[in-house]
């Protein structure tokens, strides 16, 4: 496959479209291809929890992310959610994507497709805005769906909208309103959504498989274990052996280790407004916490997945490398560092 780099973007996301369009039809989640690499690898970057005109040191982690985007050749950028604050997008035309996201990113290596998720806050405002292909016309990079599948041949990454899970948003929306359009009501959602999650996965033959949502599976932090997540979606992606859940929603960078599966979780929700100094202990193994803003790397090739956190100056704070030692028994792990 051709690589896709620099001047790729418009291609890839073209791909994306077209890709979107034929499959809409079938009862599937929408499926981009992004092809890998010449040598197979992969790079990219995870930004959460972002969307403020540049405030609260986003604007720095945002030239970091540049810097580094650049020394690992990144192929795209991938976003937890909460992408606008505090409400999300009014409408298409609010000037907030231009003066969050398109004044913000401006390096020329994140001028790749960026695939993100919606968070709660993003439900708090027009949530079909960002859903709308028409940003694409605004910023050729904005690639946002509910739920998708993003298929980069050594990798596949599961999209999940995880804001509908959480009860509380639908019958304690205290002064906030949620944009329920197209999803309510809430339990035939998730049904067909858990079920259509369960597909893709089947069908994956992926070396690895990552599953991206916005709301946390486990955290130590101020919003802690998601019980809607664990109870509702952890079934399906242990049974299909999803590798890694990533998510943000917790302003802050974390990697926890399952007790009782091989799944890792990591938080990336450290794109502006960070600090909030909680520590709560959740009964897996935490690996890594910091409270602070930040962004994470990952780097993959068929063999090895190496994830690094760096903090607001672009220093290295933490790294940690997944080994598939058997080509053929997935579920074997050495975890190195
Ligand atoms: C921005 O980053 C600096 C350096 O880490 C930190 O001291 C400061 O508190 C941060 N500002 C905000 C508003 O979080």
New binding site residues.
Partial sequence: MARRSGAGASAAVALAVLAVAALRCAAELPLVEHPAKNDGSLSLLVIGDWGRKG???QS?VADQMGKVGEKLDIDFVVSTGDNFYEDGLTGVHDRQFEESFTSIYTAKSLQKPWYLVLGNHDYRGDALAQLDPVMRKLDERFVCMRSFVVNAEIVEFFFIDTTPFQLKYWTHPKDSHYDWRGVAPRKNYIANLLKDLDEAMKKSTAKWKIAVGHHTMRSVSDHGDTEELLQLLLPVLKVNGIDFYINGHDHCLEHISSRNSPIQYFTSGGGS???RGVYQPNDDKLQFFYD??GFMSLQLNKDQADFIFY???GKVLYEWTSRKTNHFQPSIYVTAE
């Fill in positions: 405030t609260f040191n720095m407004k960070a600090w602070g803003q903090d607001v100056s």
